[in-house]
């Protein structure tokens, strides 16, 4: 049933809405004037039911005053990796899930 997506202003509200399946959309906003403290903030959720909804979804910000910036979801908010866990913290895991955890009387 595919994806809904969503930019959403603090100040503004709702900026777009989508609903995509088995697509791709590039979302191009025209200029938007936002005030210090204002958040824009770009959400991604299951459409109706959660069946193979997966999405990838790369952003481009650009500064359009006197010194051009631009921002890239990808290269510049990478993911950090997942640190594995040492073997006295994977025992601890271990034994919170055991039954005698999980079922305390």
Excluded: Y
């Excluded at 989508?18 to 403290?37: F, K, N, R, T, Y």
């Excluded at 005053?65 to 890239?72: A, H, M, P, R, S």
């Excluded at 950090?80 to 899930?97: D, F, G, H, K």
């Amino acid at each position: 049933d595919g994806i809904r997506a969503f930019v959403i202003s603090s100040r503004q509200g709702f900026l777009t809405a989508l609903h995509l399946h088995q697509s791709e959309q590039q979302i191009d906003h025209p200029s938007l004037a936002v005030e210090a403290g204002e958040t824009i903030d770009f959400v991604v959720d299951i459409g109706d039911q959660l069946n193979n909804d997966q999405f990838l979804w790369e952003i481009e910000l650009q500064q359009l005053d006197n010194e051009k910036q631009v921002w890239n979801s990808r290269t510049d908010f990478p993911l950090r990796p997942n640190p594995s866990l040492s073997p006295l913290e994977q025992l601890a895991q271990v034994l919170m899930c055991s039954n005698e955890f999980l079922f305390i009387d």
